[in-house]
């Protein structure tokens, strides 16, 4: 379809009814208008909508809703005030229960889109959710900016350069939002400049909480665009006046015009360096940059889908690849042979050796490098694993992994996914060499977001 075609039949401002067919990866609702795909954040499948245009693409447009003619009985009231400006949560209007049906939907549709298989052959498993689906995000990266003399802590809306206050979340942990709420009202008490992006001028970028569910161990990280500023021991003084339980006071110095939170240097103002975290009987050293889920109770859930889906016996050498602080490895450690993991960031690969050496796990080895280049030095030394377990960034595999896990033939590939489209490509390859989809679990790690989580089993067909 050309673009000129489209706008034939679709213009800006453009009236008219639309039923919603289904849910688009980014939670909003779908339909059809003479043969032309419209997304309309807000609506729900089965909802009969009067729409109006507000762009269009050159191979769909998007329109907001005008009114509602016939509203799905799963539709509910948003319980957060900021919920239609945030766009941090996308589905906070649908019923907790539709959205995990949904959930497996967008994970059927990706399959659907993405690949040759048909997706009524799948065995694409009742998505896992949550008994209590709120105050589940143990970090919170708030940016602060000054407006009018007011420190604001939170992020941009969608789209725009509006900060919408965010440090009383109800997906954020308590104790992230009173961090948050402290640091902001402390920044706005010693009158200390916030950056602006725009003027590139200002000391403090973001603030960043993270909190151990388990252990209650809270950690905050001051993000600045330089080392030493005015007031930077008062701030200090502060923070563990007005947060006697921070454990961990650590600031980023972030001197670049990007848009990545953090920068490359991470000093210690208070306090230990790490916190820790537990899961399971596993306990875990978090450094400021190191990675660890979000949703801690929904890991455990995520980690035993892992495990099933490896199907140890105690005989197998299992890859561990984007181990990060080496959660998953761990995890499986104590039914496997051994467990080697990867990973480019060297903090993590720090944080996995001592995560395993205080555990007592002695059958597990990290390096810091790419999988690409790793798995085929083990491979040529001998070292020939019997399962890949692999846990990409949204982006999904590098090809050179999947080639490299081509060449390596393991027999078994656990894939976790954040990103259904891409896992779908990805098993689209993999299945050209050989290999097969077992199962696929969705787990529900970011309820009332469009977010959904997978963990496929794919196993190698012998011939």
């Not at 008490?189 to 403090?204: A, F, H, V």
Request: charged residues 25%; positive net charge; proline residues 5%.
């Amino acid at each position: 379809m050309t673009k000129q075609a489209t706008n034939a039949v679709l213009k800006k401002g453009q009236r008219f009814p639309l039923t919603i067919k289904r849910l688009g990866i980014n939670g909003e609702g779908v339909g059809y208008f003479k043969r032309h795909v419209v997304f309309v954040p807000g609506a729900l499948p089965g909802e009969e909508v009067v729409v109006e245009v507000t762009d269009v693409k050159p191979r769909f447009a998007e329109a907001s809703i005008r009114k509602i003619r016939k509203s799905s009985p799963d539709r509910i009231s948003p319980p957060c005030p900021v919920y239609d400006q945030c766009g941090g949560c996308q589905l906070q209007h649908l019923s907790y229960e539709a959205t995990l049906k949904e959930k497996r939907e967008i994970v059927k549709q990706a399959f659907e889109r993405h690949t040759t298989l048909r997706a009524d052959t799948l065995t694409i498993l009742p998505t896992i959710g949550m008994e209590d689906p709120w105050a589940y995000r143990n970090k919170s990266q708030l940016q602060l900016k000054t407006e009018k003399g007011q420190v604001k802590a939170g992020l941009y809306a969608m789209n725009t350069h509006k900060l919408v206050d965010l440090s009383s979340c109800l997906v954020q942990h308590d104790a992230t939002n009173e961090a948050s709420e402290a640091v902001k009202q402390i920044v706005q008490d010693l009158q200390i400049p916030t950056y602006n992006e725009r003027k590139r001028t200002g000391i403090l970028r973001s603030v960043v909480s993270r909190v151990g569910f388990e252990t209650g161990e809270l950690q905050v990280i001051l993000v600045t665009t330089k080392k030493d500023f005015p007031k930077k021991n008062l701030l200090v003084e502060e923070i563990k006046r007005r947060l006697p339980h921070v454990k961990s006071l650590q600031q980023n110095i972030n001197p670049k015009k990007t848009s990545l939170i953090m920068g490359d240097e991470t000093i210690s103002l208070f306090g230990e360096e790490a916190i820790e975290e537990t899961l399971g009987d596993i306990s875990f050293s978090l450094s400021a940059r190191a990675f660890f889920q979000l949703n801690p109770k929904q890991t455990v859930k995520l980690y035993n889908e892992v495990k099933r889906a490896a199907a140890l016996t105690g005989k197998e050498k299992v890859i561990d690849a984007y181990c990060g602080v080496g959660t998953i490895g761990l995890w499986l450690a104590n039914q496997a042979k051994e467990v080697r993991g990867m990973d480019v960031i060297a903090e993590a690969i720090e944080d996995a050796k001592e995560n395993a050496k205080r555990q007592g796990i002695t059958n597990v080895q990290y390096e810091v490098g790419k999988a690409e280049k790793i798995i085929p030095a083990w491979v040529r030394s001998g070292w020939i694993p019997d399962v890949i377990v692999v846990d990409p960034p949204r982006t999904g595999c590098d090809d050179q992994l999947l080639k490299t896990i081509k060449q390596t033939k393991p027999k078994r590939i656990v894939y976790v996914s954040c990103n259904p489209s891409t896992l779908a490509k990805d098993v689209e390859q993999l299945q050209r060499s050989g290999y097969k989809v077992k199962n696929i679990q969705p787990v529900d790690m970011f309820p009332w977001t469009a977010h959904v989580e997978c963990v496929a089993l794919m196993s190698r067909v012998d011939k």
